[in-house]
């Protein structure tokens, strides 16, 4: 049975809350402590419509004037009756309602079970319920459109197609399977090829997308290495235009790998401020250190920093650890402090960096245009890094159309559904039979089925809502 489930869906805080409760039990249970002021009882009201009353508990006292949405199912968001309770947002007031809500037999909502139900009384397929998630956690222009896309469904209607193509293979393979006795090859298996060529450049192509997507969720990571007292943390401050990181002119401020997001032009970055590299005894800044490294090889843009004030050896053996490190990586170099810093000395700092990169780093994606000076704490040419960091960033105009993929679980079964029809190109090559090619033609369907959710496990349910919020 469908029991009823309620949650607060709003954040503490504000004038507002609402609270919202779904199930067979719903406008009953809400009926029993709401009073209209005017008209019928909440059962004998229309759908979609609001009242507005009295919330009464314990023997008819008065909690709160409120407005009640009634939505009846099916067409409601989760597909059961619903009921929302906008009342004044005193954590009191909404702790009291939810009591009275569970004392009648409703139950406290699991994260994201209000769109688990809409998924299983299938008013949306998976991918859409996930959409919800993101579009609540959007932070910029981008992700919003990437999300929004992927709730009006253009994945799913992408998907579904592929699928069509998929299960037109499938039919006319088993058509050569029905007759095989007859000796007679019904399936051209030069038109199943090209059926799998198109299928294979469809999930190539959104496959590849999730390099973007996944930037435009999860932020393009970009790290700030250097050797220590080079700015890096200040640097990090001044990009996010606040006081994130600890600077001080201790060496070794820095040990623990240190992050903020913070848009640029409709790009979400992921900026990472390291532990400076040198060699030390100290064990933890040592385990920054390899913290430095590890980071540095999952980014795709690096900013290295340098102190002018440094000696050669210094930064040599910065460039050491960095260099070999950022092979088709986007790296620019920063020569920080130049409000300090007499004109002479950048350039001569510029040359040696110039000869690193020669000698240390082949394979970066670097030319001499990628280095100027900086002052991070006087805020002097910071702008053109933004510029450097927008170009470098790789991430295309996001159209309301355009279907990106954003999330790893469909990244996962798409690369599952690839390898299947490669199997099955490969197959029909060889000219194996039609029996041992539908196995892998069948796999990549289920593949597909996985992503819109007509193939999952209570587990994978379970941890894909588990992510949502309370009331959504
Ligand atoms: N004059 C000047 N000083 C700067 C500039 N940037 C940073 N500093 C100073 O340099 C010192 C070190 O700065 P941090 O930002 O802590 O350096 P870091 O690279 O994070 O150092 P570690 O965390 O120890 O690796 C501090 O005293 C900063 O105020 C700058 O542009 N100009
Ligand atoms: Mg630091």
Redesign the pocket.
């Known amino acids: 049975m469908n029991d009823t489930i309620c949650a607060l869906a709003t954040p503490q805080g504000g004038a507002i809350s609402v609270i919202r409760i779904s199930g067979e039990k719903a406008v009953e249970t809400v009926s029993a402590i709401f009073k209209p002021r005017k008209g019928v009882c909440l059962e004998e009201r229309r759908s979609h419509t609001v009242a507005f009353g009295d919330i009464c508990i314990n023997d008819g006292e008065v909690l709160d004037e409120v407005l009640v949405t009634v939505m009846r199912g099916p067409h409601s968001y989760t597909g059961d009756d619903s009921v929302e309770i906008s009342c004044h947002a005193s954590p009191y007031i909404t702790q009291q309602i939810i009591i009275a809500l569970l004392d009648r037999g409703v139950r406290q909502a699991e994260p994201g079970e209000f769109t688990m139900r809409a998924f299983l009384n299938g008013k949306m397929d998976l991918s859409r319920a996930e959409a919800v998630a993101d579009l609540i956690a959007s932070t910029s222009r981008a992700s919003h459109r990437l999300a929004m896309n992927q709730l009006k469904g253009g994945f799913s209607n992408e998907l579904g197609k592929l699928r069509d193509k998929i299960l037109k293979l499938t039919t006319l393979l088993e058509l050569e399977l029905d007759f095989s006795e007859e000796d007679v090859t019904f399936a051209d298996r030069a038109e199943l090829l090209q059926i799998c060529d198109e299928v294979d450049s469809v999930i190539s192509r959104l496959s590849a997308s999730f390099s973007v997507g996944n930037a435009v969720k999860n932020g393009v990571p970009v790290a700030i290495v ?1 050797e ?8 990090l401050n001044a990009l996010l235009k606040e006081e994130r ?1 600890i ?8 040990r623990d790998t240190i992050e903020g997001m913070m848009t640029l032009r409709g790009i979400t970055f992921r900026f990472i ?1 390291t ?2 590299l040198r060699e030390t005894d100290d064990v933890i800044e040592r385990m920054g250190i390899e913290r430095t490294v590890e980071q540095l090889k999952k980014t795709s843009i690096a900013l290295w ?1 340098i102190d002018p004030a440094a000696e050669y050896c210094q930064v040599e053996e910065a460039a050491k650890r960095i260099l070999p490190e950022c092979k088709e990586k986007k790296l620019a170099i920063l020569i ?2 130049c ?2 810093t007499r004109q002479e000395r950048i350039s001569e700092v510029i040359k040696w960096s110039r000869a690193l990169v020669a000698e240390y780093g082949e394979e970066v994606e670097w030319s001499d245009s990628d280095m100027w000076a ?5 805020g002097i040419n910071i702008d053109r890094l933004e510029d450097f960091l927008v170009q470098s960033s790789a991430v295309p105009a996001i159209s309301s159309s355009d279907v990106i993929v954003t999330n790893v679980r469909h990244y996962e079964a798409l690369v599952r559904a690839l390898q299947n029809i490669r199997d099955v190109k490969a197959g029909l090559m060889m000219g194996l039979s039609g029996d041992l090619v539908s196995e892998h033609l069948r796999a990549a369907i289920n593949n597909l089925s996985e992503i819109i959710g007509e193939m999952t496990t209570d587990e994978v349910l379970g941890n894909i809502f588990a992510n949502f919020c309370i009331g959504k």
């Open positions: 250097g220590t007292n080079a700015g890096k943390s200040t640097l990181a600077v001080s002119d201790i060496s070794g401020t820095t401020d532990a400076g920093l920080n402090k409000d300090v900086i002052s991070a704490r006087q």
